[in-house]
């Protein structure tokens, strides 16, 4: 990734307050932490927000969506990674862009789906510009998975449907990883699911609960 970070934008202090905060609420992978802290989170905001970019909080994005909580990047990111390093990953909701980018510095490839073209364009824009060229995006309805590079390693949705998509499970590869929210708007967990071996068996773990952005069906231009 190249280094945009502008000087004065936001000082070493704020973004290294968000590290620590990170750290006290439980995450300690360190190659998670390390990414976090060398990610610039302004640039996937609009401009008019930026300067709470390392607020540990959910913010708008436009289209009624939003960048999820920097803790809850952070969580996602090393729960995908908690059985091992991953190769290939999938994200479902591609949003602003930050949480593929994330992951885009953790793993060799990244496929990330969108259904809200504008916000897609956007992204795209942030991944060209920070030289992120390992992640592939579409245009789709990711609720299907995205079976043409299937199977992953890992498959992390950052919308939450009210039940796992079967795609998502048959779309691992064995001993691939999902983590998902799920759940009602007024009741959703965090899951993190293992598939078992090359079986069609997988261990479910409830993590915590969380809210995001329901999981919706179909495109919209
Ligand atoms: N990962 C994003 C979070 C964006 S919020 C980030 O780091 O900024 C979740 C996103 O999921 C929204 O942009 C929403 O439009 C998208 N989404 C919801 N249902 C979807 C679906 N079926 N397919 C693809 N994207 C979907």
């Known amino acids: 990734m190249v280094d945009l970070d502008g000087v004065g934008m936001t000082s070493k202090r704020t973004r290294e307050r968000l590290i620590q905060r990170l750290k006290d609420n439980g995450i300690t992978d360190q190659k998670v932490i ?3 802290r060398a990610t610039p989170r302004h640039l996937f905001l ?6 709470r970019a390392y607020e ?12 999820s909580q920097p803790y809850i990047v952070a969580l996602m990111t090393q729960l995908l990674l908690s059985h091992g390093p991953l190769k ?14 994330i992951l885009s510095q953790l793993v060799d490839e990244v496929y990330t789906v969108e259904r809200i073209k504008p916000l897609l364009i956007r992204a795209k824009e942030r991944f060209r510009r920070l030289e992120l060229d390992n992640i592939t995006s579409a245009h789709n309805d990711g609720g299907v998975g995205w079976p043409e590079h299937a199977p992953y390693d890992g498959i992390i949705s950052t919308a939450a ?3 796992v998509p079967e795609d998502l499970l048959y779309q691992l590869a064995p001993d691939g990883v999902l983590v998902i929210p799920v ?3 007024n009741h959703q967990e965090l899951r993190l699911i293992n598939r078992v071996g090359d079986s069609q068996n997988y261990e479910e773990e409830v993590v915590e609960r969380v809210r995001f952005v329901p999981l919706l069906s179909g495109v919209t231009r």
């Open 46 to 51: 609009d401009e008019a927000l930026s300067h």
């Open 161 to 163: 449907p009210e039940g």
């Open 88 to 101: 290939k990953v999938l994200e479902i909701g591609t949003g602003s862009g930050y949480q593929a980018a």
């Open 183 to 185: 759940g009602s708007e």
């Open 56 to 67: 540990d909080t959910a913010l708008p994005i436009s289209y009624g969506q939003t960048i």
């Open 34 to 36: 390390n990414v976090m």
